[in-house]
């Protein structure tokens, strides 16, 4: 069975720096999906990005960037420039092409900026 | 569009009553899930639908009934509310084609058993 782990249940960062959030999974398939998922205080769950198991560029979305290593099983978010509106709970989240039907969540990182 | 939508957004049981949470989606979306949100725990599968008239288990089914009666609408019963059911409950909705596999969600319902 698939499984998801954040060694970080909290971190902190300074307004305008960047943070890594970590990211590790578990897995026998070869071909899977991994997300990134935010949830703010008004509990809405987004979609920060997403990665593609088979592509080796590692995907952006403006100050979001992973650092996606497929040997290592390791998928971890980068923010840049942090804002305060990037303080929120953050789940890393597993889909493979072979379970598809099911999406396995990580427990959660929940980030907080300091002005 | 509305995207997903729960009813009711907060609700307060006592222990032993039942209820039934409403997931409504108008994506079209083949897939529907239920999910419970308790702290430090991330999002627990309660069960899925894989389209219309479907159900299956998920990690934590127990205590937990669902119905895929329309495609739109994912229905989640609790038959006697126990305390260890208080939670928060998302409802999300993914489309069938591998290659667009981002789930939505709904707003959550916040429910506390007494």
């Known amino acids: 069975a698939q499984t998801v782990t954040q060694s970080q249940p909290e971190m902190s960062v300074q307004e305008a720096e960047t943070v890594t959030l970590s990211c590790t999974y578990d897995t026998s398939e070869s071909d899977y999906y991994l997300f990134w998922y935010k949830q703010p205080p008004s509990r809405q769950m987004i979609l920060v990005i997403r990665q593609e198991a088979y592509k080796q560029q590692n995907a952006t979305e403006n100050r979001f960037s992973v650092n996606f290593q497929k040997a290592a099983k390791s998928f971890s978010l980068k923010i840049s420039d942090s804002q305060l509106g990037d303080a929120a709970m953050y789940f890393c989240?597993?889909?493979?092409?072979?379970?598809?039907?099911?999406?396995?969540f990580g427990p959660g990182t929940s980030l907080s900026v300091i002005p | 569009n509305a995207g997903v939508t729960q009813t009711p957004k907060f609700r307060v049981l006592k222990t032993g009553q039942s209820m039934t949470l409403l997931c409504a989606q108008d994506?079209?979306?083949?897939?529907m899930y239920w999910y419970r949100q308790d702290p430090g725990m991330g999002l627990r599968l309660i069960h899925y639908s894989v389209g219309e008239g479907t159900t299956a288990k998920g990690e934590v089914p127990d205590g937990y009934n669902v119905s895929r009666l329309k495609k739109q609408n994912f229905l989640l019963g609790l038959e006697s509310a126990a305390p260890s059911q208080t939670s928060v409950y998302f409802c999300?909705?993914?489309?069938?084609?591998?290659?667009?596999?981002?789930?939505?969600f709904g707003p959550g319902t916040r429910l506390t058993v007494l």
């Open positions: 994506m079209n979306h083949e897939y």
């Open positions: 999300a909705s993914s489309p069938l084609a591998v290659s667009y596999n981002e789930q939505f």
């Open positions: 989240a597993y889909r493979g092409v072979t379970s598809y039907d099911k999406v396995i």
